[in-house]
């Protein structure tokens, strides 16, 4: 402080007055700053700059949100503006905004109504110092108006343009003009389609976002894109020339479209808009804010904090704040040539590299998860074609299986059969041997006692040949009876054979005939039919016949015992009954 000249130190002490006290070093800084002027550093300390000085602003906590504007300017001024956001002013100024906000509200109705009067005069409304230092704010909590899509829609039929998005244009050309279009086709349909349409008359505006503000701040992490927050207010006399000059300027238009910037506006009576003005400390009105994910700052300024603030996640962080007027002459803070100037000399080279290399990072991730994917594919799919595999070896295996057991199981059911079918068969041949057996002791017996004159040669089915004599008035069921009889086996002797019959109350050979209608006829009693030699002639058992009855017996006869089924009788039968060699002798070549 010793090396001030008498006139810094007048400066200094006027700069503290206005300030209500603060830092004497920081105060010298911002002076320094300004070349000791201190209309410059007042506007510098309370928001008011020329555009190239940064806005001296509390910093409020903001859930993750940064303030990085420290770049937005070189010199001495980034030191001394971060001295004063970090240091006693913040504290000052937020108690003092109320204040300034009550003294200077009735200034601001008769400004507005001077204006309204000049401009129905159609008298210059004159510009007057200091006027930029604009401390009012809405004291009441702005209301739900419709928010940004219903601003955009009034903004669009206020200026009579159109937003760039809705032209299908497309983004990505390296020029932040628009003006070169350079090789890229892409870029010159896109500057042509633009060029049409102020060919046309319409002029064009940014591609704006219509979402929330938070909804956007979230696109802006998750797509890892510049953002742009626009804020107006129709209250704030500087708005119309903002909006001619800047906000449809097309080199401003197409260097926010062409270098992918996400834009989001609204005026500050909506209640989504005026919750943005409050966590960008918006002051000055129009007001443009820059915001990207950067590095998390750290607390301290050694290498060490650094490298560690380096690693952790990175942070949505505001890049640069534009306020005040865009005029005079284009060279306002506001300005299109000036935000175009800071975008192509600042902003970009300070973020793009860090916004690419996450970019990277993202597009690696991308990757490895495209390759886990189809890594986890492939692995699905060979599992899926081995778990096939197997279930097909186990479903063979099983089909396999399952004939067998159907096919033992098939044998085992006709061993089954077979064996029934051969006990059943044991079972009826021992009862029809029980029957042979009680028919020749009471059946045959008796025949054969009674003999007659009937000679009869029988020729069994094994070549046995039998003479027996008959009475004429035996039956064919004896006759029969007889044959069967002699199917008998050797082990079983007459004296053995039962006296009853096994079944029935009848007897003799009227029980005989009920059994044949019992079993099913004489086909199944029997089971062999008996016929003469020759000429051949069958003769079927019937009921009630005798023997002096049958033509083919008269005076006796040869005849054949044929098995019924026997695959020789049933040649001899297809043969019209001839027998070669029947080796039957008549009772004339007997005698």
Same mark, same amino acid.
């Given at each position: ?33 300004? *070349? ?31 303030? *990085? !504007? ?49 401009? +129905? ?78 060919? !046309? ?8 976002? +219509?979402?929330? @503000? ?42 926010? @479209? ?11 009576? *909506? ?69 175009? !100037? ?137 006759? @029969? ?30 029980? +005989? ?45 040869? +005849? ?32």
């Amino acid at each position: 402080m010793s090396n001030l000249t008498d006139s810094q130190r007048q400066a200094l002490d006027q700069l503290r007055e206005l300030t209500n006290g603060g830092s004497d070093e920081v105060s010298t800084s911002v002076l320094e700053s300004v *070349d000791w002027n201190v209309e410059r550093a007042a506007e510098l300390i309370f928001g008011g700059g020329t555009g190239n000085v940064p806005p001296a602003l509390p910093k409020p906590v903001i859930e993750q949100f940064d303030i *990085d !504007d420290s770049a937005q300017d070189q010199g001495q001024n980034r030191g001394a503006v971060s001295q004063w956001n970090h240091g006693g002013l913040s504290t000052i100024y937020t108690l003092a905004r109320p204040l300034f906000s009550l003294l200077t509200f009735p200034l601001h109705i008769l400004s507005s109504v001077f204006r309204f009067i000049f401009s +129905i005069l159609r008298i210059p409304v004159p510009q007057l110092r200091f006027s930029t230092l604009n401390f009012y704010r809405p004291l009441r909590r702005p209301t739900h108006r419709g928010g940004p899509d219903r601003w955009l829609r009034e903004l669009e039929e206020e200026l009579g343009a159109v937003c760039i998005g809705r032209l299908n244009a497309p983004r990505g050309s390296t020029s932040t003009s628009g003006v070169e279009a350079g090789p890229s086709r892409l870029t010159a349909r896109n500057n042509a389609q633009s060029d049409d349409a102020l060919a !046309d008359g319409r002029k064009l505006l940014p591609d704006f976002v +219509i979402s929330s @503000y938070e909804e956007f701040l979230r696109t802006c992490q998750r797509e890892l894109k510049v953002g742009c927050v626009i804020l107006l207010t129709e209250e704030h006399d500087d708005t119309a020339e903002f909006k001619r000059a800047t906000l449809t300027n097309p080199d401003f238009v197409r260097a926010l @479209y062409n270098n992918n910037i996400l834009v989001w506006g609204g005026d500050v009576r *909506d209640l989504e808009a005026w919750n943005a003005s409050e966590k960008l400390q918006a002051t000055t009105y129009p007001f443009i804010a820059f915001v990207a994910l950067q590095p998390r700052r750290a607390p301290t300024s050694s290498s060490s904090s650094r490298s560690s603030s380096s690693s952790q996640q990175p942070v949505l962080t505001v890049l640069s704040r534009h306020q005040g007027k865009p005029y005079p002459s284009g060279t306002g803070p506001t300005s299109a040539q000036v935000i175009i !100037d800071h975008l192509d000399r600042q902003l970009f080279p300070r973020v793009n590299p860090f916004l690419e290399s996450l970019r990277a990072q993202q597009r690696e991730r991308e990757r490895d998860r495209q390759l886990r994917e189809e890594q986890d594919r492939a692995f699905q799919e060979a599992a899926r074609r081995d778990k096939e595999r197997i279930e097909a070896k186990i479903a063979a295996e099983r089909a396999e299986i399952e004939a067998r057991r159907k096919a033992e199981e098939e044998a085992r059911l006709v061993a089954l059969k077979r064996e029934e079918e051969a006990a059943q068969a044991k079972r009826k041949e021992e009862i029809r041997m029980n029957w042979r057996r009680w028919a020749r002791k009471a059946v045959v017996g008796p025949t054969a006692v009674a003999g007659g004159n009937l000679r009869i040669a029988v020729r069994l089915a094994t070549g046995t040949r039998l003479v027996q004599s008959f009475a004429p008035t035996t039956s064919l069921t004896a006759l @029969y009876a007889f044959v069967d009889s002699q199917m008998i086996p050797s082990q079983f002797g007459p004296q053995d054979d039962p006296a009853t019959p096994p079944e029935g109350v009848e007897t003799g050979e009227k029980a +005989i005939e009920n059994q044949i209608g019992v079993c099913g006829g004489a086909v199944e009693w029997w089971g062999f039919q008996l016929a003469t030699a020759y000429p051949r002639s069958e003769i079927p058992w019937r009921r009630g016949v005798q023997l002096g009855e049958l033509s083919v017996l008269k005076g006796g006869g040869q +005849i054949v015992v044929e098995m019924l089924g026997s695959p020789r009788n049933s040649v001899e039968r297809s043969a019209g009954g001839e027998d070669d060699d029947d080796d039957y002798k008549t009772e004339s070549d007997e005698e």
